[in-house]
C-alpha cells in the first residue's frame, strides 16, 4: 500500500515534472535538474566572443575588441549593449516555444538558467539599477495567462539581486504577430504599441530590458526608446536567445 501511494505520488510529480529528456526521452539521471538531459544541452549554440556590442549577433571569423556589426550600424538604436545567452535553433527555441505557448511552464528553468548564465559573463552590473520585462498586452497576457519575459526578468533580478519593475513599461495598443513581418514592418506595427505612464520613476536610471528573443530587435527597440524618451539614461537588453541569421 505504502509502495503504491509512493508510486502515485512519484507519477502524479512526473506529471508536473518529467523525468525524461523532453528532447530525447532518455531518463533524466537523479543530478540532472530540469527536463533536458546533458547531451541535448551540449547542443545549445552558446553566443560567446565576437559578437556584436550592440545587437549580440555573433561574428564569424577573426575580431578583437568591441565591435557593431553590419546589421545594426545604421539602425537608429535607442539601447547601448544587447546580450544575449544562446542562437535561437534547436533546442533553445523549441523550449521558448513550449514555455510560452504549449503550457509547459517546467522549460522556464532551463531559459532563466541560460539567460542568468549570460548576464553574469557578459555583463558589468555594477552600474545598472533594475530590470523591466518587455509587457505583454493585458489581453495577451489574459490568453497566456503569464508574461514570459516577466518570469525571466523575476529570475534576473533574483540572480544580480535588483528590483524588477514590471510597471513602469505598460503595452498599451494591442498588435498583431511579428513572425511573419520583416523589420520595418515590424516597427509599423509597434507604433505607439508602449507607454511609460510613470515616467518621472525612469529619471535618471540604467535598466536592462529582459524577453526571450532578439530577432530584429524591433520591439525591444520600441521599449528603449519609450524608456530613454521618459529619461533613463541607458538601456541595456538581455534575453535568453538571438535570431539565428549566421
Ligand atoms: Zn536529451
Ligand atoms: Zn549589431
Known amino acids: 500500500m505504502v509502495v503504491a501511494a509512493k508510486t502515485l505520488i512519484r507519477a502524479a510529480a512526473d506529471l508536473l515534472y518529467p523525468r525524461n529528456c523532453q528532447f530525447c526521452a532518455q531518463p533524466l539521471a537523479e543530478h540532472e535538474h530540469g527536463v533536458i ?32 556589426c553590419g546589421y545594426c550600424k545604421d539602425l537608429d538604436l535607442h539601447f547601448s549593449h544587447a546580450v544575449a545567452a544562446c542562437l535561437a535553433r534547436g533546442i533553445v527555441l523549441d523550449s521558448i516555444h513550449h514555455f510560452k505557448y504549449n503550457h509547459r511552464p517546467y522549460f522556464g528553468q532551463h531559459l532563466a538558467d541560460w539567460i542568468v ?26 490568453e497566456r495567462e503569464f508574461n514570459q519575459a516577466e518570469y525571466l526578468a523575476d529570475a ?40 511609460a505612464p510613470d515616467g518621472g520613476a525612469l529619471k535618471g536610471c540604467r535598466v ?17 526608446k519609450v524608456l530613454r524618451v521618459a529619461g533613463a539614461s541607458d538601456v541595456w537588453v538581455l534575453t535568453v536567445a538571438r535570431g539565428a541569421y549566421v
Do not use: Y
Open 208 to 224: 536592462v530590458l529582459v524577453d526571450d528573443v532578439f530577432t530584429t530587435g524591433a520591439t525591444l527597440d520600441a521599449c528603449a
Open 156 to 195: 534576473v533580478g533574483t540572480a544580480f539581486e535588483k528590483p524588477v519593475w514590471k510597471r513602469r513599461l505598460r503595452r498599451v495598443r494591442d498588435t498583431k504577430t511579428q513572425t511573419r513581418l520583416n523589420r520595418e514592418e515590424r516597427m509599423d506595427n509597434l507604433h505607439d504599441a508602449f507607454a
Open 37 to 68: 538531459c546533458a547531451a541535448c544541452l551540449a547542443t545549445v549554440k552558446w553566443i560567446e566572443p565576437p559578437c556584436c556590442s550592440r545587437c549580440a549577433l555573433p561574428f564569424v571569423g577573426a575580431v578583437t575588441g568591441k565591435f557593431q
Open 117 to 142: 548564465t549570460a548576464g553574469r559573463e557578459h555583463m558589468d552590473w555594477s552600474g545598472l539599477e533594475a530590470i523591466v520585462p518587455v509587457p505583454l498586452h493585458p489581453r495577451k497576457k489574459r
